[in-house]
Nanobody, 123 residues
Framework: QVQLVESGGGLVQAGGSLRVSCAAS????????IGWFCQAPGKEREFVAG????????NYADSVKGRFTISRDNAKNTVYLQMNSLKPEDTAVYYC????????????????WGQGTQVTVSS
């Protein structure tokens, strides 16, 4: 079982940057693939980016490629999502989640979820 806690959300103007963090705890963390998802009001939860703890497997949604970067600090058991060139349509609650299927983008494959952090981008 993995416990995940997000932090770092907030309000930013369009074109600005924000970094959100996901602190993980639990056993055998290295076996998990960590994903970031976003969910806007009235919409389904969508995959944003994911990474293995080794960094060998990373992937991004097409909508964020070139703007968002996922990284991790293994010593701190923390995964980051650096978000640049933010757009109003990036406004959502951002969740991190853990899966045993590496490279997956399917929410159903992720068995552990954090509580989410709100990111609001003003125009």
């Amino acid at each position: 079982q993995v416990q995940l806690v997000e932090s770092g959300g907030g309000l930013v103007q369009a074109g600005g940057s924000l970094r959100v963090s996901c602190a993980a705890s639990g056993r055998a963390l290295s076996t998990y693939f960590i994903g970031w998802f976003c969910q806007a009001p009235g919409k389904e939860r969508e995959f944003v980016a994911g990474t293995s703890w080794s960094g060998r497997t990373t992937n991004y949604a097409d909508s964020v490629k070139g703007r968002f970067t996922i990284s991790r600090d293994n010593a701190k058991n923390t995964v980051y999502l650096q978000m640049n060139s933010l757009k109003p349509e990036d406004t959502a609650v951002y969740y991190c989640a853990a899966a045993l299927v590496h490279g997956t983008r399917l929410p159903g494959d992720f068995g552990s979820w954090g509580q989410g952090t709100q990111v609001t981008v003003s125009s």
